[in-house]
């Protein structure tokens, strides 16, 4: 059986080249950086290339760039520097943010921070709408640029000139996991003071990221140790993770317009299929979302029985983010004001330019008549 894999916002396969790039760090060049050895300065010469390249795909220096464990990590650390360097006792987020910024947030709301949640209204967020929330107060705006279960995207070059003209103190922290590769992302437009980014979600391999820091000086390093990272993040660099990072980073800025291009239009031949083809469903991503994410209420088919229906078959798809599908229904689809029974079908379907059409067309043959028997067993079950 083919394996049709529709699950990328959760996790990426990694590339070859990526796998090849892990196979040098692990056999060929796995001395610790930090020796001095011409061996060992050779693997950390590399990763200082690797960190410029990085670090040109945002528009800053290689000195801003600290490598991290992924997303989760460089999110941490961003927050609490932000929180630790500001004497205001407000934050703005919105609603549908990942659990990596929320659970993080409720601590500092539970230590006495005013927290302004912003709800998304139609399943977007207005720009202005996160501007009005900045006070004298602000200490910390973090806004995801693309939600990671419908896609929306946030216009982050218009906000951050924004937020920084109401309140230059605000520090803001912008959570880049679901866009870094699939969006242009520049932190000098955004005026970004914190960026995060995981390797992961890009084709590379998990337990490996990157925090964007404007002012390194002001983070707040959540593991002391031996210097590493100039103290920033201490700790023996995970060097097959950052190979693997700088390799999936050089493919995909390479072959950006061409695959985001392609996703795109996967993205939308799949829409067009399943509206074609299965009757009584709800697209909940917006129209102009971003390339890789597609989010659709089959009304009557309970997501998690369409969703292993369909692993039966070899397709696999998610029910929410890979974090909260343990959990019961997603904050994400309650806050964009889906009904229950619209929260209860709801599958993502998540691209990349790995996937073809023929994969969709097969797709589209199992999900019609998945959809058709859950929705039949369910009306016979009620009877
Ligand atoms: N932020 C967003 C938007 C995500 O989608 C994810 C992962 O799903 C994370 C943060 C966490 O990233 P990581 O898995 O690298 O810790």
Request: charged share 25%; proline share 2%.
């Amino acid at each position: 059986m083919k394996e049709i894999y529709f699950d990328n916002s959760a996790t990426t396969k990694p590339y070859t080249e990526v796998a090849e790039a892990v196979n040098s760090a692990i056999n060929n060049m796995f001395y610790n950086p930090s020796s001095i050895y011409d061996k060992a300065i050779a693997v950390s010469k590399k990763m200082e290339d690797i960190r410029e390249n990085i670090a040109g795909t945002i528009n800053t220096k290689s000195k801003n760039i600290i490598f991290t464990s992924g997303g989760t990590e460089s999110i941490n650390t961003a927050i609490n520097s932000s929180i630790r360097n500001s004497r205001g006792k407000h934050i703005v987020t919105t609603e549908y943010e990942h659990d990596a910024t929320l659970n993080l947030i409720k601590k500092y709301e539970r230590e006495g921070y005013t927290v302004t949640y912003i709800k998304p209204e139609n399943g977007i967020i207005e720009v202005d709408r996160i501007v009005e929330a900045i006070t004298p107060q602000t200490a910390l705006l973090s806004v995801m640029h693309v939600n990671n279960e419908t896609g929306n995207i946030i216009d982050i070059n218009k906000l951050g000139n924004e937020v920084k003209k109401k309140n230059p103190a605000t520090a803001i922290h912008i959570d880049a996991v679901q866009s870094y590769m699939k969006l242009k992302v520049d932190v000098d437009k955004s005026r970004a003071d914190y960026l995060s980014v995981s390797g992961h979600k890009i084709h590379g391999i998990k337990g490996s990221g990157v925090l964007y820091a404007r002012d390194t000086s002001r983070l707040n390093p959540m593991f002391l140790g031996g210097g590493q990272e100039k103290g920033y993040r201490c700790g023996t660099e995970n060097t097959p993770g950052i190979f693997a990072l700088g390799k999936a980073v050089e493919i995909n800025d390479r072959d950006f317009t061409k695959n985001t291009q392609y996703i795109n239009e996967l993205k939308n031949y799949l829409k067009k299929s399943i509206t074609d083809n299965i009757e009584n469903i709800k697209i909940n991503s917006p129209e102009n979302g971003v390339c890789h994410i597609l989010n659709v209420s089959f009304i009557g088919a309970k997501a998690e029985i369409l969703l292993h229906t369909l692993e039966s078959k070899g397709i696999y798809v998610s029910t929410g983010s890979a974090c909260s599908s343990k959990k019961k229904g997603s904050h994400v689809l309650r806050s964009i004001g889906l009904k229950e029974n619209e929260i209860e079908g709801a599958i993502r379907f998540s691209l990349s330019s790995l996937n073809t059409k023929e994969e969709i067309d097969l797709c589209i043959q199992e999900l019609r008549a998945a959809v058709e028997d859950i929705r039949m067993i369910t009306k016979f079950g009620r009877r």
